[in-house]
């Protein structure tokens, strides 16, 4: 049994997995007919590296990309949170021009693997999970009848994809290992949901929560840890991956402050116990309403 991702089109066939030596038929140019169709119809979801070249490339802060040219959607039945790129009205990316993509050098990991699709596989057993290629052929696209055949490998060169397989492989294998755990681990609440959120995209609050005395308290962590972070964009997100592996599946790899653990459960205890007060004293205010309707 294999755990992948979603293959991301719409097809009721069963694509043909490609090996990385595999020829494939393909060419894009600005001379072709069908230049920046798929662009016009983009549905292009991103992952936190890819947030981070798009919003340097604009010259914008995190907060301010996030807002401006994404919006949130639900990966998994259990609405774990993920990121697609804004268009417009009629589905147009919002970096498109007549002259193609406006943010080209810095296009995204789904735009750069195109027309070659991608899935993490984890096979029942294995240690590590391993990559499958396909081809996605999309009837508006002309670039398959191009007089042009290199290899999957070749044509991930000429993208310049490694550089992001690289950076997206811890974030991969964290939405692979959801995916994995299925409904084994039960629904996350709406406060873990929001938690991966700011550790996967919102650079800009993570970072808030990292540099704060709340966090230092917890986390045993060296002050020049905090120096990189406060700095590096590349160095929070990687962090942000590390802690979601830490909080949700207790892969501990970041050291934390003795006791922490125990008063955070102790916290948590606090609110569940105020939560339940509150609901039984909301409930006691709706029956006493309830009686007085009636003998009103």
């Keep these: 049994m294999s755990e992948k991702f979603d ?26 007919s069908c230049f920046n169709a798929c662009c016009r119809h983009a549905d292009i979801q ?3 590296y890819d947030i981070i070249r798009l919003k340097d490339n604009r010259g914008m802060s995190p907060t301010e990309f996030l807002k401006k040219h994404t919006v949130p959607f639900e990966m998994d039945r259990d609405g774990l949170p993920g990121i ?12 498109l021009t007549e002259e ?6 810095d296009r995204p990991t789904a735009c750069r693997y195109y027309p070659v699709g991608h899935m993490a596989v984890h096979e029942a057993g294995a240690k590590d999970e391993e990559t ?4 996605v052929s999309e009837e508006h696209c002309k670039g398959h009848q191009e007089d042009r055949f290199l290899t999957v490998d070749a044509y991930r060169k000429e993208q310049q994809v490694e550089p992001y397989d690289q950076l997206n492989h811890e974030y991969m294998q964290l939405i692979l290992k959801k995916k994995s755990a299925g409904p084994t681990i039960g629904r996350p609440s709406d406060t873990s949901l929001q938690f991966f959120f700011m550790c996967a995209y919102d650079l800009d609050r993570l970072r808030r929560y990292v540099l704060s005395d709340a966090f230092k308290a ?11 972070v406060e700095k590096e964009d590349i160095a929070l997100m990687q962090f942000g991956i590390r802690l979601l592996k830490q909080v949700l599946f207790g892969d501990h790899s970041i050291l934390e402050q003795p006791g922490a653990a125990e008063k955070r459960l102790q916290e948590r205890r606090e609110i569940l116990e105020l939560r339940r007060k509150a609901e039984a004293e909301l409930h006691q205010q709706k029956q ?9």
């Design 46 to 48: 991103l992952t936190p």
């Design 100 to 105: 193609g993509c406006s943010v080209y050098a």
């Design 288 to 296: 006493e309403k309830e009686m007085k309707d009636v003998l009103s």
């Design 84 to 95: 697609k790129m804004r268009t417009d009205d009629e589905g147009a990316c919002l970096f």
């Design 218 to 228: 917890a986390y045993d962590l060296e002050e020049s840890f905090y120096e990189t």
């Design 7 to 32: 293959i991301p089109f719409k097809s009721d066939l069963v694509p043909t997995i490609l090996e990385p030596s595999a020829q494939i038929q393909f060419n894009c140019h600005k001379g072709i």
């Design 132 to 135: 499958r290629y396909f081809l």
